[in-house]
């Protein structure tokens, strides 16, 4: 049990005075202040003077992409990729981050960690990945100059309508629980991608921009991308359409900052501002388009946790959220992008004990955030004092003892 002052709710994203009660690892009931009768065994926790809130949910991260601290020949390297993606895990859930979807990364790594995930094997965000990019044969993420991270181990470039959809069910099948397609494309071959995705019960999410944009929302995609440059039409069609947007505002500021455009892309050749970026953001908040938060945190940038997260937050209030509407995007958006509200997103009776306690209150200031004290996930203290916490190995038994006496 966690005895609170303020539990964020973030339905209505406000606090309220509470005390959360876990069993296993579900929330079983939010008790009102003052309440005291619970059961004497029961593991009570004092956070008195902190918020809890649910755990935030980052909707674009890439875990397993090299940094540059690995050396030429090891960027296509599945294991190191695994390696890199558990330490930024670790960062991740100690930024009180509890779930990232994971947009490509390098072979079946990604899988690797969602998989081990899962079972709490390590301590870590829960994980929903793409496993890799679908593009057009030049698209996004496989242009020159080739090197092992722009090539098959983290994208695949297929051409035609029926490749498209074999993609699909390849990544389905290796453990994607969504699909993420880029451009360039045909309408045919994302409708064809859309299709297949829906008939196995996957969101699709599209990273593309000027007429793919609008090729991708008449085609039913379920989500787009970045704030890249797109109509006020194809603006309208997405609310139309309710498709949502993942905006990543501060990434892009991020590389504009230092290298003074986006250079790094054949397929994105156009004037890219933050100005024009946030134009984007803006108009979609206006027509009503539901916007998740996302940092397409990648290589280096993996260092910069929890900042990034932060700064993508600090956009969003910009752009006219109040802290507590940020959260709230964070949160309880995010998983209703993820198809997983009914098990996140907000501390409710029923979902899983993923749960955030902070000293202070970030639904006033969001720079609190910074002062994570505990994190939980699936009920299990992984964070505590702002340290992972790792429980000592218990060892299993041997089927028989040795047949001679041990030495005291």
């Known amino acids: ?31 009102p202040a003052g309440r005291r009768d619970w059961p004497a065994d029961a593991r009570v926790i004092d956070v008195g003077g902190k918020t809890v809130l649910p755990g935030l949910i980052d909707l674009h991260v890439h875990l397993t992409y090299p940094d540059s601290d690995t050396p030429i020949d090891r960027q296509a390297s599945e294991g190191d990729g695994v390696l890199r993606g558990v330490r930024n895990l670790r960062w991740m859930l100690e930024a009180g981050i509890t779930s990232v979807r994971d947009l490509n990364g390098v072979s079946d790594a990604p899988y690797v960690l969602a998989d081990w995930s899962a079972a709490n094997r390590i301590p870590a965000p829960r994980v929903f990945t793409a496993g890799h990019i679908i593009t057009g044969t030049g698209g996004h993420a496989t242009e020159r100059p080739v090197s092992p991270s722009h090539g098959p181990d983290f994208a695949w470039e297929r051409d035609g309508a029926d490749a ?110 933050a100005q024009a970026d946030f134009d984007v953001f803006r108009k979609m908040k206006a027509a009503g388009i539901v916007m998740g938060v996302g940092t397409d945190t990648i290589g280096d940038a993996n260092q910069l946790i929890p900042n990034v997260y932060l700064a993508e937050l600090q956009w969003f209030i910009r752009g006219g959220y109040s802290a507590a509407e940020a959260l709230r995007a964070a949160t309880l958006t995010n998983a209703r992008i993820l198809d997983m509200d009914d098990r996140l997103g907000s501390i409710s009776s029923g979902k899983l004990a993923d749960i955030v306690v902070v000293d202070g209150r970030p639904d006033l200031d969001i720079e609190a955030l910074r002062r994570v004290d505990k994190v939980f996930r699936d009920g299990i203290l992984l964070v505590d004092g702002g340290q992972i916490l790792v429980p000592r190995h218990q060892a299993r038994p041997l089927t028989k003892a040795p047949p001679f006496d041990t030495v005291r």
């Open 1 to 31: 049990m966690a005895n609170a002052s303020r539990v964020f709710d973030a339905q209505l994203a406000r606090t309220t005075p509470g005390t959360v009660v876990i069993e296993g690892k579900r929330i079983s009931a939010i008790w």
């Open 164 to 273: 498209w959809r074999s993609a699909v069910r390849e990544t389905f099948k290796r453990g994607a629980s969504v699909i993420k397609v880029a451009s360039h494309f045909s309408p045919e071959e994302i409708a064809a991608a859309v299709d297949e995705a829906h008939r196995l019960g996957l969101k699709v999410t599209c990273d593309c921009e000027t007429v793919y944009t609008a090729i991708a929302v008449d085609a039913g995609v379920d989500i787009i991308e970045h704030p890249l440059p797109r109509t006020d039409e194809t603006i309208r069609a997405m609310a139309k359409h309710r498709t949502a947007a993942v905006p990543t505002l501060q990434v892009y500021q991020n590389v504009l900052d230092r290298a003074g455009g986006f250079y790094g892309s054949t397929s994105r050749r156009f004037t890219l501002t």
